[in-house]
């Protein structure tokens, strides 16, 4: 055990409830709901895996605040009229392994696949330019007044029924482009109204949800946000926004702000920026987060990038509170462990070095969802792989589950 390392001392969070330790595992989108867009048992054992790797804080894959919005298929839902069954179980299988569980929460707004249909709302009507693989996303319509009010009430209904299953709190996805990162977005968001133009108008949806879910749920339920440093786009959401954003968040209640980047169009969470600034090639965004921590009054987390522990216990030396982890414990869900007891593996994926950046990231998500797969059949990771059979198998599955998902809207009780 590394006799200085703080990774391993809780954290007390503004609301008095403390997490166990340092470590947080990040958002990942499972992609294995059951056909009713429910947790069953593939999303239980794979955070009962995560649970005993000794991961403090699981905070689970985006789930949708509306069925007829998603990010991907497969994906979950907890709205009005879902059955809490397979979510009670999903927080005590974590709750009884001594970790804490935190539900995120999600509304892709124009970030939705054509094929997948459904509700493609965004500030508004303009489309995600992903070059010529901009027609594999849907075209966005720009919400109305009551279209905004009411997803600003799933938001809240979605949180008040997590606690309600016995999560300890949610995180409002606020980065990665989706809804709440396109109504901040100047790019996105050239609305006229209350809900767009400054930077008090754009960053009103996010206000909203905050302090409207603070209301409705119990002092000792964790809010949290997970924000975009800047989406890194000529023209786009900038570090000062970000910066003036958490000024205005954090006395709403708010428990710990994780620190993010990027977007569909500029994936900086993949360690790539497309307004030319540098991220860094371990903890990409942690320049950011470092910086920060000096307006901070709660918590921050970071996450992107980090794989080691001599990178883990920088992260905390620099001031932040939370290490963040996505990929690599998808590749190893019993790292906490192994770093416990001084044991410190490398597990790395052939990431492939292809000339389309996009299909090389497509792949290495690909990848990384093999692993979820693998982990929620309690199966070990395989590194082993080539890259482009896992991205074909994967287009594969998901094409099967955009068919189910589909099926299920048609014959849907909504
Ligand atoms: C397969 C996969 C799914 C992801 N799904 C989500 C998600 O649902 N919500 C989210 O905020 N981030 C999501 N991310 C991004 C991660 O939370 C994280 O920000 C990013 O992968 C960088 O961290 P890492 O280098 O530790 O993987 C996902 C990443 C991967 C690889």
Do not use: C
Request: proline share 5%; no cysteine; aromatic share 8%.
């Amino acid at each position: 055990m590394h006799l200085n390392s703080n990774l391993f001392s809780p954290l007390r969070l503004p609301n008095g409830i403390s997490l166990p330790n340092r470590l947080v595992k990040a958002a990942m989108e499972e992609n294995l709901s059951n056909e009713n867009l429910e947790p069953n048992r593939s999303l239980w054992n794979l955070y009962e895996v995560w649970a005993k790797g000794g991961v403090g804080t699981l905070i689970t894959g985006n789930v949708m605040v509306d069925h007829r919005a998603m990010t991907g298929p497969g994906g979950v839902v907890l709205e009005e009229g879902t059955s809490l069954d397979g979510f009670k179980t999903w927080a005590e299988t974590v709750k009884s392994n001594g970790a804490k569980i935190i539900m995120q929460i999600n509304h892709p707004g124009r970030q939705i696949l054509a094929k997948l249909g459904g509700n493609v709302w965004a500030p508004s009507a303009i489309s995600v330019d992903l070059g010529n693989l901009s027609k594999l996303l849907g075209k966005p319509k720009a919400m109305d007044e009551s279209e905004i009010l009411e997803t600003i009430q799933r938001f809240v209904t979605t949180a008040k029924l997590a606690e309600n299953s016995g999560f300890d709190g949610v995180e409002i996805h606020a980065a990665h482009g989706y809804l709440i990162s396109q109504f901040l977005s100047p790019l996105v968001n050239q609305r006229t109204d209350k809900w767009g133009g400054s930077l008090e108008n754009r960053s009103r949806f996010l206000l909203e949800v905050i302090q409207s879910i603070r209301k409705s749920v119990s002092p000792n339920f964790i809010v949290s946000v997970k924000m975009n440093s800047s989406d890194f786009q000529k023209g786009g959401f900038p570090f000062e926004d970000a910066i003036e954003v958490i000024k205005k968040i954090q006395p709403l209640g708010v428990d710990f702000i994780e620190i993010s980047g990027g977007n569909y169009e500029a994936p900086a969470m993949q360690g790539v920026s497309r307004d030319g600034s540098t991220l860094a090639r371990e903890a990409y965004f942690l320049d950011f987060a470092r910086q920060i921590t000096k307006i901070a009054t709660v918590p921050i987390m970071v996450t992107g990038g980090i794989s080691r522990i001599q990178i883990a216990e920088t992260v905390l030396e620099s001031g932040v509170s939370l290490v963040g982890m996505a990929t690599a414990l998808a590749l190893n869900p019993n790292l906490p462990n192994d770093w416990k007891e001084d044991r410190n593996p490398i597990v790395k994926l052939p990431l492939p070095n292809w000339k389309s950046k996009a299909l090389a990231g497509l792949a290495t998500m690909a990848m990384v969802r093999y692993q979820l797969q693998r982990l929620a059949k309690k199966k070990s990771p395989k590194v082993k792989i080539y890259p482009w059979f896992r991205l074909l198998s994967d287009q594969l599955r998901l094409f099967r589950l955009t068919k189910r998902y589909r099926r299920w809207m048609e014959n849907s009780k909504f």
